[in-house]
């Protein structure tokens, strides 16, 4: 009887946490049917996440002593996390992942995730399980443990871990984390994605080889007198929204830019993230990187970039160009104020430098943007390379709304996503009267220069694009390969003052774009960029983790990926 008794304890502990577990998936997948598909398909990996909740169970219970509490952390906590991983697969396409705990500042952002409970029926729901949550536990016993049954009971989660770590249980091999957790489950995906954290070196990696391909790629030092300002503008969740079919805008968000498109060269840059993460489009501009070969969903700027880096500033300023950094946000955001200094640039200009700008949403202004760019080069008496990066346009688009919209949308959304679409298309319009003013500067000027102007990512609009059918699912694990590069695709232009050389409908990865603007216009290159522009030439520039999508050879990977492990990680 006795016997009996202490086995309907655990049994019921886990047949809780099983329910637990099929609700917590439930929801984080906005689907039922889901869950008992992955429940009837996926039974192994249906076990591993219960073993994991029943792992923090026992944690709990050892170093409280009451299994009551211990039920009630595990269900508390884990709805927490389920459901700002939920909001955040909904709201940037990808789930928490384990470096988002080790963002500090970077991840305050994260109240962003929470403007797009789209119905009352979810936060009914949230509400729901929530009460489900904190009343079930009052069902299991709250009498303490002795001490040393705590201490047994201690030893058998920190097992568990150690084989989870050991061992390779489930695969992570996806080209999407999301499909991860979707396959493995969201605890067993969450621990594959931390067994990922630190890249590790390429098979083929050796300082030996790596010489070789630097002697390979470099040619020789190139003789041009023209020393052209280089300005990149990257200005925030720049796109064109009238690409959301079956709306209705009161006037074109983008006549200007529109206008060069036709005129200068243009094209579409394949960019690593969408609605956030900006500093991860701006690594690879600058440096040639590729965050497809680091963990999906981290931050290059303060994850990896410990030491000095070869990038275009650096490469620039060993050849007489003053290279300035201007941001109009906070300087140590996403640790810019260090990762500049490692890419060579003399100064950075942050938010702090702006002396009672013009504030739109909240935000420095992007034509106060253009103004300091302007400033900046009447001070300089050396070419000029600048990289600037903007604020006005971000999200969330759901409040600091503008006092009068300059564009106004009609068409089969909400009243709330309208206005979403009005507060970003009115940003757009504004950014399109910067870069409008910028250019009409420079064609005054007497020196040449060279205006590359692109968004880092799309905006951050929620389940405005399934609503409005641009997109077919809000889960990018349900993507096609079209839908796939709709939202991983910006506009950009290239405008400058004295070539004659355009091309017109470009498609890249935003890593080879700085390596493009070097060789356009006859500038110094690394054997890196050297590199990246031989992959260019052989029509090979779209390099994704979504294979449907990419047109990299394995060839050009591997070496790839030798290149830049050797930059980021090498001794």
């Known amino acids: 009887m006795i016997q009996t008794k202490f086995l309907l304890g655990p049994l019921k502990v886990l047949l809780y946490l099983l329910i637990l577990l099929l609700i917590f998936e439930g929801w984080h997948r906005s689907s039922v049917t889901e869950v008992f598909v992955w429940l009837l398909e996926k039974p192994l990996n249906v076990l591993v996440n219960l073993a994991i909740l029943f792992s923090l169970y026992l944690l709990f219970k050892a170093l409280i002593g009451r299994p009551r509490i211990a039920v009630w952390l595990v269900s508390v906590l884990g709805l927490i996390f389920h459901t700002v991983s939920r909001q955040k697969l909904t709201m940037k396409g990808e789930p928490l992942f384990p470096w988002d705990f080790n963002l500090g500042n970077e991840a305050a952002d994260i109240k962003e995730y929470f403007e797009i409970f789209s119905s009352n029926t979810e936060i009914l729901v949230l509400c729901l399980l929530a009460l489900f949550c904190i009343l079930v536990p009052f069902v299991f016993t709250n009498h303490k443990q002795a001490l040393k049954t705590r201490s047994i009971l201690f030893v058998i989660p920190i097992t568990l871990v150690v084989f989870f770590f050991l061992e390779e249980v489930g695969s992570s091999d996806h080209w999407h984390q999301s499909i991860s957790y979707q396959i493995n489950g969201v605890q067993q995906g969450f621990i594959l994605a931390m067994k990922e954290m630190n890249p590790k070196p390429p098979e083929n990696y050796s300082l030996q080889k790596l010489q070789e391909l630097i002697d390979k790629y470099e040619l020789g030092e190139e003789s041009t007198e023209l020393q052209p300002n280089i300005i990149f503008v990257m200005n925030e969740a720049f796109w064109d929204p009238t690409r959301l079919e079956n709306l209705t805008f009161s006037e074109d968000p983008l006549p200007f830019f529109r206008e060069l498109q036709k005129s200068e060269t243009a094209g579409e840059l394949l960019v690593p993230v969408l609605g956030g993460s900006t500093a991860n489009t701006e690594f690879e501009i600058l440096t040639g990187n590729s965050m497809n070969f680091l963990p999906q969903g981290s931050l ?48 950075f200009i942050s938010s702090k430098d702006f002396k009672e700008p013009k504030l739109r949403r909240g935000f420095i202004a992007d034509n106060e943007m253009t103004d300091k760019i302007i400033n900046v080069h009447q001070q300089s008496d050396a070419p000029l390379f600048v990289f600037a990066v903007t604020m006005q346009n971000h999200s969330p688009f759901n409040m600091n709304h503008y006092d009068e919209d300059r564009i106004e949308v009609s068409g089969p959304l909400s009243d709330e996503h309208i206005q979403k679409v009005n507060t970003y298309s009115t940003g757009v319009r504004d950014a399109d009267d910067s870069l409008k003013n910028l250019v009409e500067h420079f064609k005054t000027i007497d ?6 102007f692109f968004g880092d990512h799309l905006p951050l609009l929620g389940d405005v694009y399934s609503e409005i059918s641009f997109i077919s699912d809000q889960n990018p694990t349900h993507w096609s390969k079209e839908e796939y590069l709709k939202m991983y695709s910006v506009p950009f232009i290239v405008w400058d003052n004295f070539s004659d050389k355009k091309e017109q409908d470009l498609m890249m990865n935003a890593s080879f774009l700085g390596a493009y603007i070097l060789d356009q216009y006859g500038l110094p290159k690394s054997p890196y960029m050297n590199f990246l522009n031989e992959v260019r030439r052989e029509n090979q520039p779209v390099f994704s983790v979504n294979k449907a999508a990419s047109r990299l050879s394995k060839s050009y990977q591997d070496l790839y990926q030798l290149f830049q492990y050797h930059y980021l990680f090498g001794k």
């Open 447 to 452: 020196e040449p220069t060279v205006i590359i």
């Open 300 to 347: 290059a700027y303060s994850q990896y970039v410990k030491k000095q880096q070869p990038a275009l500033a650096s490469i620039l300023r060993d050849h007489g160009y003053q290279t300035v950094a201007i941001h109009t946000y906070l300087d140590w955001f996403y640790q810019r104020k260090y990762v500049y200094e490692y890419f060579g640039f003399d100064d």
